[in-house]
T-cell receptor, first 112, second 111 residues
Framework: SQTIHQWPATLVQPVGSPLSLECTVE??????LYWYRQAAGRGLQLLFY??????ISSEVPQNLSASRPQDRQFILSSKKLLLSDSGFYLC???????????FGSGTQLSVL | SQQGEEDPQALSIQEGENATMNCSYK?????LQWYRQNSGRGLVHLIL?????REKHSGRLRVTLDTSKKSSSLLITASRAADTASYFC???????????FGKGTMLLVSP
């Protein structure tokens, strides 16, 4: 069966520090991968998605970047965090375009 | 920008009652999906309805879609305390599952 792993669950970082969040999917190949951010009490905002290795589409210009170094690995990064980067970050995948998304358990990021 | 907008923002009911949540969207879609989120957790997919479908059922869930009105509704019948969660509608316009989510409806089911 397919599973998605996302870590860490909680992260507290100072302003100006770097960020690396990792997401991996097991039990499938060539998934579409997504990074979403959820601000407190808000809906989800799509940040990046990837349909294949090295293929990254950015939905919102910002302080973040994403990479897909392996088929089932998706990384969200920042060189210098801002206060506004705080939020709940969710990784998701789907085996087929226009299908349902399977979400990871999320990372609560607090930038202080 | 927000594509889907849920209504109401919050809903409080007793166990055994039905809960209805509505979603409106602005542009044409490939499909519309409903998700559930327990506090501080990831989202769980509930149901997907395609643009050429009008109604879909899954257990105690019933979803309708009216593309002429650009709206959808989620009905949870015979609610249980365990149904307490936030419910989000999401639309897929691109066909790549780049879903656009609404702000959600917080459902509280009291025993």
């Amino acid at each position: 069966s397919q599973t998605i792993h996302q870590w860490p669950a909680t992260l507290v970082q100072p302003v100006g520090s770097p960020l690396s969040l990792e997401c991996t999917v097991e039990g499938t190949s060539n998934p579409n991968l997504y990074w979403y951010r959820q601000a407190a009490g808000r809906g989800l905002q799509l940040l990046f998605y990837s349909v294949g290795i090295g293929q990254i589409s950015s939905e919102v210009p910002q302080n973040l970047s994403a990479s897909r170094p392996q088929d089932r690995q998706f990384i969200l990064s920042s060189k210098k965090l801002l206060l506004s980067d705080s939020g709940f970050y969710l990784c998701a995948w789907t085996p087929e375009p226009s299908g349902k998304l399977f979400f990871g358990s999320g990372t609560q990021l607090s930038v202080l | 920008s927000q594509q889907g907008e849920e209504d109401p923002q919050a809903l409080s009911i007793q166990e055994g009652e039905n809960a209805t949540m509505n979603c409106s969207y602005k542009t044409s879609i490939n499909n519309l999906q409903w998700y559930r989120q327990n506090s501080g957790r990831g989202l769980v997919h509930l149901i997907l309805i395609r643009s050429n479908e009008r109604e879909k059922h899954s257990g105690r869930l019933r979803v309708t879609l009216d593309t002429s009105k650009k709206s959808s509704s989620l009905l949870i019948t015979a609610s249980r305390a365990a149904d307490t969660a936030s419910y989000f509608c999401a639309t897929d316009q691109s066909g790549y599952s780049t879903l656009t989510f609404g702000k959600g409806t917080m459902l509280l089911v009291s025993p």
